[in-house]
């Protein structure tokens, strides 16, 4: 469905009786005072997530150490079923996604397990824009095989500070690179880049390709199999609902299984002979053979409520709906807001961006207080954005009329003014 927007506040009405999704939000805890645009960093809190939490608390009550084998869904098994639930949300095969551990965690192992530099071929290509905790690690990937990142990483730089080029990043793939390490979506402006392409040039100049989707799953589909991306990482907390710090997941290519992880630990051990606790390792020959220690279970019990309903509900209709509202506030932030000096920093084209909006203005983080006491949760990313995700499953047009509305009462009244432009520690 493509929409042709209108001004007003009748028309944000029109659009929620038209939503086929318009019914989503009520599986989810919303506070009523409060407009939610911050679901891409922190998901809320579902019914369907909450449920499973509790089943799993129940679970340890009742069964103490037997719940590895006694549970609903067995403990041991849970990471490798839940990978399984999550399959069909970013287009892999069962055997290739699995629940572990932290996201920056996950980038580490599967660096570890793929930067192989040999010969010439030993460099490491990035993006500037990339989140710094990715860039921390890579360097530090780097100096670990004693290589000094100065010389063996090779950054694409941005033209415009907000988006990178595909083109430009094809140009850098040289014989000397080793591995390329991307976002799916840019985390400031929302830039989606494309996997599909970007995955293919690499693999014609022989080249291991992994994506960061922290931004993107549980926004967009995703066909990492049919692609053939070589790995991807992701959190579970942002889209995907999964709860503050939940466990994360790590998605590898099948035609990888042979390969060794480069952080091995126990819960990597092929499944049946665990427990052998044998001084060989061996390794579960799928992606569940990168699993580390044991696992997160309490910290991944929402996600079972939660990739349920996603699977119910289909990633497809997610990303239309997605789509409209983010179509619908730049369309509002076009025809309302640029009088006042904002910019919008994300890409127009469906096809180019994720579930948020970058909205810019010099006064970006007084403007963000502001929003914040009158009810409306967004973020501020330094310097000059503030960030509004419409997510899907439980925000209504309405309420991001009532944004733009809001903003507008802020700028017409000069409520920003009474705030300090000095950043808080969480922003
Ligand atoms: C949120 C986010 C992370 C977070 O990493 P953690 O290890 O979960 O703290 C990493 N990369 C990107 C792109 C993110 O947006």
Redesign the pocket.
């Known amino acids: 469905m493509v929409l042709k927007y209108e001004l007003g506040e009748e028309y944000a009405n029109k659009l929620d009786s038209l939503d086929p999704l318009k019914d989503t939000r009520n599986r989810f805890y919303l506070n009523k005072d409060e407009i939610y645009m911050d679901g891409n960093?922190l998901g809320l809190m579902s019914k369907d997530a909450e449920k499973t939490l509790l089943r799993v608390m129940d679970e340890w009550k009742n069964f103490g150490i037997n719940g590895w084998s006694k549970a609903e869904i067995p403990w041991i098994y849970y990471p490798e079923e839940l990978g399984k639930l999550q399959a069909a949300l970013v287009g892999a095969r069962q055997d290739e996604v699995i629940i572990h551990s932290?996201?920056?965690?996950?980038?580490h192992s599967l660096v570890s397990t793929f930067f192989q530099p040999s010969g010439k071929r030993n460099k490491i290509l990035m993006d500037s824009l990339?989140?710094p905790?990715?860039r921390y690690a890579i360097e530090s990937q780097l100096k670990l095989k004693g290589l000094d990142p100065n010389e063996y990483l090779v950054i694409v730089e941005s033209k415009d500070e907000k988006t990178i080029d595909e083109d430009e990043i094809v140009n850098n793939m040289s014989e000397e690179i080793a591995l390329i390490m991307l976002?799916s979506v840019l985390?400031r402006s929302g830039q989606l880049l494309d996997m599909e392409y970007l995955t293919k040039e690499a693999h014609k100049r022989g080249i291991i390709i992994g994506f960061?989707c922290?931004?993107s799953v549980g926004a967009i589909p995703h066909k990492l199999s049919e692609w053939g991306v070589d790995f991807a990482f992701?959190?579970n907390?942002?889209y995907v609902n999964n709860g503050p710090?939940g466990a994360?997941s790590m998605y590898i290519n099948s035609c990888h299984f042979d390969k060794e992880p480069g952080l091995a630990g126990w819960y990597g051990y092929f499944k049946e002979k665990q427990f052998d606790l044998s001084n060989n390792f061996e390794s579960a020959n799928n992606v569940g053979g990168w699993q580390i220690g044991t696992s997160h279970i309490l910290s991944m019990a929402p996600l079972e409520g939660s990739l349920k309903m996603f699977n119910e509900i289909g990633i497809e209709r997610i990303r239309e709906k997605s789509l409209n509202l983010t179509g619908y506030l730049m369309y509002l932030i076009d025809n309302e807001l640029y009088k006042y000096g904002f910019k919008i920093g994300t890409p127009r084209e469906n096809n180019k961006r994720g579930g948020h909006v970058a909205l810019e203005h010099e006064e970006a983080i007084r403007i963000n207080e502001a929003l914040k006491d009158l009810g409306i949760v967004p973020d501020f990313r330094y310097p000059n954005i503030i960030r509004l995700a419409p997510v899907a499953l439980y925000v209504s047009y309405k309420e991001v009329w009532k944004v733009v509305s809001v903003i507008k009462e802020v700028m017409d009244k000069e409520i920003y003014k009474n705030y300090s432009n000095k950043r808080g520690v969480i922003a």
């Open positions: 960093s932290s996201t920056t965690v996950n980038l990339t989140f905790s990715d976002p985390y960061d922290c931004h992701w959190c907390y942002k710090g994360a």
